[in-house]
Nanobody, 124 residues
Framework: QVQLVESGGGLVQAGGSLRLSCAAS????????MGWFRQGPGKEREFVAA????????HYADSVKGRFTISRDNAENTLYLQMNILKPEDTAVYYC?????????????????WGQGTQVTVSS
């Protein structure tokens, strides 16, 4: 089983930026499709972004398109999410997961258990 540990969250003002990281254990990270999800207060968990094995194909939720960028470093077994022009509605716990498809995976289109996530809070 692959262990995924998210980090990089914090408190930021609206319009600010954060970069999230997801460190993966094991030597098979490059063989997985990867995605970011989030769960805001009182909301269901939702898809944010996904990326293919080589990092050349990406897909985003409409709510973050143009503001967030997903990337990966297979040599470092790390997934990233650069978040710019943050809005209060981006406030959520963010999770990384192995996904079964790049285009709009749902939370059930994922493998292994959910980690602790990293909290992002955007103040207005």
């Amino acid at each position: 089983q692959v262990q995924l540990v998210e980090s990089g969250g914090g408190l930021v003002q609206a319009g600010g930026s954060l970069r999230l990281s997801c460190a993966a254990s094991g030597r098979t990270f490059s063989s997985y499709l990867m995605g970011w999800f989030r769960q805001g207060p009182g909301k269901e968990r939702e898809f944010v972004a996904a990326i293919d094995r080589g990092g050349s194909i990406t897909h985003y939720a409409d709510s973050v398109k143009g503001r967030f960028t997903i990337s990966r470093d297979n040599a470092e077994n790390t997934l990233y999410l650069q978040m710019n022009i943050l809005k209060p509605e981006d406030t959520a716990v963010y999770y990384c997961k192995i996904v079964s498809r790049v285009v709009a995976p749902t939370p059930t289109d994922t493998y292994f258990s959910w980690g602790q996530g990293t909290q992002v809070t955007v103040s207005s």
